[in-house]
C-alpha cells in the first residue's frame, strides 16, 4: 500500500533526524581542519573544489553510518532511546537501511570523484564501518580499533584532498592513539552499563590492565608527537602547544586509574589541544 503525503513528510522528516545533522557538520568541520593542517602555507584555493567535496563526502558517509547504526540497534532503541525516529514509528527499518546504502554509496562515487587515494579510504573506511555494526561493536576491543580507524582516517581524507598524505599520516596516526587510549577508558568508566551488552576489554582482561593498555596507548601518542617537527613537515610553532597537549596526555594516562570520566575528558581536551598546534605548526 502506497504511502500518503503525511506519512512521506513523517518519514522524511524522520530520516533528517536519523542523519544526526549536528555530527555530520562536526565531522564536516574535521575534514576541512585536517585538510588545512595539511595543506599549511599552500593556496586553499588550489583545492576548493576537492576540499568542498571531502567535506562532502564525509557529511554523507556519517549520516550513512547514524542511519546504519539506528537500523541495526532499533530492538536496543527501543528501550534506550525511544526518541529516535525507527521506535517512534517515523521510519521504517527498512526505509533506514536503504537510506543507509544510498548515502553510502554517493559518498563513495564522489570519492572516486576527488581521487583514486580518496576513493581508497572512503571504501575501507566503509568496510570498517560496516564489520563495526555487524561484528565488532559487540567485541570490545576490536570495536575500539575500528572506531580509532575511522577517526584517523578522517585525518588521512583531509590530506589527500590537498595531496599532503606524509602530514596527514603522522596526524592519522597520533588520532588514532589517542582515541584508542580514551575509548579504552569509556570502556572502563561504562563497565556496568556494558555487562549486557558488549564484551568489553576491561571484562576481559580486568579495568586494571586495561588501564594499562589505554594509558599505553596514549603515552605512544606523546612519544610520537615530535615526529611531524624531526621530519620537517611543520614548523617550531607546533612544539610548545604541543608540548601542553602532551601533558595533558600524561596527565590524562595517570588520572583515568582513580577517575575514569575525568581521564576521558581530559583526554579529549588534550586532542583538542594537540589539533591547535598542528594549525599552529602550518608549514617549515
Not at 555530520?24 to 599552500?42: D, E, K, S
Not at 583514486?116 to 570495536?143: H, P, R, T
Amino acid at each position: 500500500m502506497p504511502m500518503t503525503a503525511g506519512e512521506w513528510s513523517s518519514t522524511a522528516l524522520g530520516l533528517v533526524t536519523m542523519m544526526r545533522l549536528g555530527n555530520c557538520l562536526m565531522a564536516a568541520a574535521g575534514a576541512l581542519l585536517g585538510a588545512l593542517i595539511c595543506l599549511g602555507a599552500g593556496d586553499a584555493s588550489e583545492y576548493f573544489d576537492e576540499i568542498a567535496l571531502s567535506m562532502l563526502v564525509v557529511f554523507l558517509f556519517t549520516a550513512a553510518g547514524n542511519s546504519m547504526n539506528d537500523y541495526f540497534d532499533r530492538d536496543v532503541d527501543c528501550r534506550a532511546h525511544p526518541e529516535r525516529p525507527i521506535p517512534r514509528s517515523l521510519v521504517r527499518p527498512r526505509d533506514a537501511l536503504m537510506f543507509a546504502v544510498l548515502l553510502f554509496s554517493l559518498s563513495v562515487l564522489l570519492g572516486l570523484v576527488i581521487g583514486a587515494v580518496s576513493f581508497v579510504i572512503v571504501v575501507a573506511s566503509l568496510a570498517v564501518m560496516v564489520s563495526y555494526e555487524v561484528i565488532l561493536k559487540q567485541e570490545g576491543l576490536a570495536g575500539n580499533l575500528a572506531i580509532s580507524w575511522l577517526t584517523g582516517a578522517l585525518f588521512l581524507f583531509g590530506g589527500a584532498a590537498v595531496e599532503n598524505l606524509d602530514l596527514a599520516w603522522i596526524l592519522a596516526i597520533l588520532a588514532f592513539l589517542a582515541t584508542l587510549g580514551r575509548e579504552i577508558i569509556k570502556d572502563v568508566q561504562d563497565i556496568e552499563a556494558d555487562l549486557k551488552e558488549r564484551t568489553t576489554l576491561p571484562m576481559r582482561i580486568g579495568e586494571k590492565n586495561a588501564g594499562v593498555a589505554s594509558s599505553a596507548a596514549l603515552l605512544t601518542a606523546v612519544a610520537l608527537s615530535p615526529a611531524p617537527y624531526l621530519l620537517g613537515q611543520i614548523s617550531a610553532f607546533y612544539l610548545p602547544i604541543v608540548a601542553v597537549a602532551d601533558a595533558i596526555f600524561i596527565f590524562s594516562s595517570i588520572i583515568h586509574f582513580k577517575n575514569p570520566e575525568r581521564g576521558q575528558r581530559m583526554t579529549k581536551l588534550a586532542m583538542f589541544v594537540a589539533l591547535c598546534a598542528f594549525l599552529a605548526g602550518g608549514v617549515p
